[in-house]
C-alpha cells in the first residue's frame, strides 16, 4: 500500500524550531518529488515547498522562504521539513504529498503545529 | 502568480442533485495542470480529477472535470451522502503549486 506518514508536530513557541519528518512505504520513493503543504485551522490548503526526486531542484512559497529548509534522505525513504523563527501564522496541519502529472496523488494524513507562548 | 477564484462558497443541495463547482483562474493556464480536490473534516485531500478531465484512481464516474483556458467546472452528477464535502482546484506551474479557496457543498 503506498502510504505518506507525518511526524514531528507539536506545540513551539514564537521564534523556535521544529522538524517533521514524512516517511514514505509502498512506492520507490527516490524517483519521486515531493511536496510539503500545510492548512490552517479553518482555512485553505496552502503549497509550502517542493523538492525533487535527487534533491537538485528545491522551491519554496514566499511565505516561509528564508525560514524553511525542505530535504530528502532516499536511503531512509523520508523527506523531512526544518522550521526556523515560527511565527503564529505558521500553525495549521502540515501535509507531505507526492507531485505526478501537476496534481498530488498521495496524501499523508498531517501533522499538526501549533506556534503559541 | 495565477490565483484561481472558486463559486460559490457554499452550496446547498440535496441528495440526488446535480453539484456544478466553478474555478477561474487569474490568466490561461494549461488544462494538463488543474486539479480538484475533495477533503472532509480532519481528513487529509483526495485527489478526485487530474488534468481537468481525467478521474483519478477509484472516483467514481459520477464526479467529471471540464474546462479550459481560464475556466474550470466539477460536476457531481448525483449527489450521494459521502459526497457532502468541500472542494478545492489547484493549479501547477514553475515547481509551485496554488489552490482556490474551496467550495463547501453541504446538505440542504
Known amino acids: 500500500e503506498v502510504q505518506l506518514v507525518e511526524s514531528g508536530g507539536g506545540l513551539v513557541q514564537p521564534g523556535g524550531s521544529l522538524r517533521l519528518s514524512c516517511a514514505a512505504s509502498g512506492f520507490t520513493f527516490s524517483s519521486y518529488s515531493m511536496n510539503w503543504l500545510r492548512q490552517a485551522p479553518g482555512k485553505g490548503l496552502e503549497w509550502v515547498s517542493y523538492?525533487?526526486?535527487?534533491?537538485?531542484?528545491?522551491n519554496y512559497a514566499d511565505s516561509v522562504k528564508g525560514r524553511f529548509t525542505i530535504s530528502r534522505d532516499n536511503a531512509k525513504n523520508s523527506l523531512y521539513l526544518q522550521m526556523n523563527s515560527l511565527r503564529d501564522e505558521d500553525t495549521a496541519v502540515y501535509y507531505c504529498?507526492?507531485?505526478?502529472?501537476?496534481?498530488?496523488?498521495?496524501w499523508g494524513q498531517g501533522t499538526t503545529v501549533t506556534v503559541s507562548s | 502568480e495565477i490565483v484561481l477564484t472558486q463559486s460559490p462558497g457554499t452550496l446547498s443541495l440535496s441528495p440526488g442533485e446535480r453539484a456544478t463547482l466553478s474555478c477561474r483562474a487569474s490568466q490561461s493556464l494549461s488544462s494538463s495542470y488543474l486539479a480538484w480536490y475533495q477533503q472532509k473534516p480532519g481528513q487529509a485531500p483526495r485527489l478526485l480529477i487530474y488534468?481537468?478531465?481525467s478521474r483519478a484512481t477509484g472516483i467514481p464516474d459520477r464526479f467529471s472535470g471540464s474546462g479550459s483556458g481560464t475556466d474550470f467546472t466539477l460536476t457531481i452528477s448525483r449527489l450521494e451522502p459521502e459526497d457532502f464535502a468541500v472542494y478545492y482546484c489547484?493549479?501547477?506551474?514553475?515547481?509551485?503549486?496554488?489552490f482556490g479557496q474551496g467550495t463547501k457543498v453541504e446538505i440542504k
Open positions: 523538492i525533487s526526486s535527487s534533491s537538485s531542484s528545491i
Open positions: 489547484q493549479q501547477y506551474g514553475s515547481s509551485s503549486w496554488t
Open positions: 488534468g481537468a478531465s
Open positions: 504529498a507526492r507531485p505526478r502529472m501537476g496534481s498530488m496523488d498521495v
